[in-house]
């Protein structure tokens, strides 16, 4: 309904349901789905790899220089540090992901079966349906 309060539609429920019975609409909301939905799961696999396989130097490099690190990390790739401490005066604490359990993810990413339309999309055909049900009882 959304789209068809910023197309400027008149009665934008009632357009949203006519929208929603076009097979040519419905294809190309599953087509931008699919697309949002495989490019997280790019963003995510490459997040996963990059735990699981990135180097620690720069975060050594930090351990080691300290305070003249400063407060501007320009330049430093510190994407595997989970959490920087310093507790003590002079001492630093560095925790990193974990790499298992980003292995972890990587495996279960290899093996993912994709089956059907996902949730979302489930809900606007159910919704649809129900509209033209509606309709068709003449109790809009």
Not at 26 to 45: G, P, T, V, W
Not at 78 to 88: D, G, W
Request: charged residues 30%; aromatic residues 10%; hydrophobic residues 40%.
């Amino acid at each position: 309904m959304q789209a068809a309060i910023a197309a400027g539609y008149e009665q934008p429920e009632k357009a949203a349901a006519v929208l929603l019975t076009k097979e040519t609409v419905n294809a190309e909301i599953s087509r931008l789905y699919d697309s949002r939905l495989k490019n997280a799961r790019q963003k995510a696999y490459a997040g996963y790899e990059r735990i699981a396989f990135g180097s620690v130097n720069d975060a050594v490099r930090l351990l080691f220089e300290g305070e003249a690190f400063g407060t501007a990390p320009e330049g430093y790739d510190l994407f595997n540090v989970a959490e920087i401490k310093r507790p003590k005066e002079g001492a630093m604490e560095i925790k990193f992901f974990d790499r298992l359990k980003a292995l972890e993810k990587l495996e279960q990413y290899g093996h993912e079966d994709e089956k059907g339309p996902a949730d979302f999309y489930q809900a606007l055909v159910g919704g649809m349906e129900q509209l033209s049900a509606r309709k068709e009882e003449g109790t809009e």
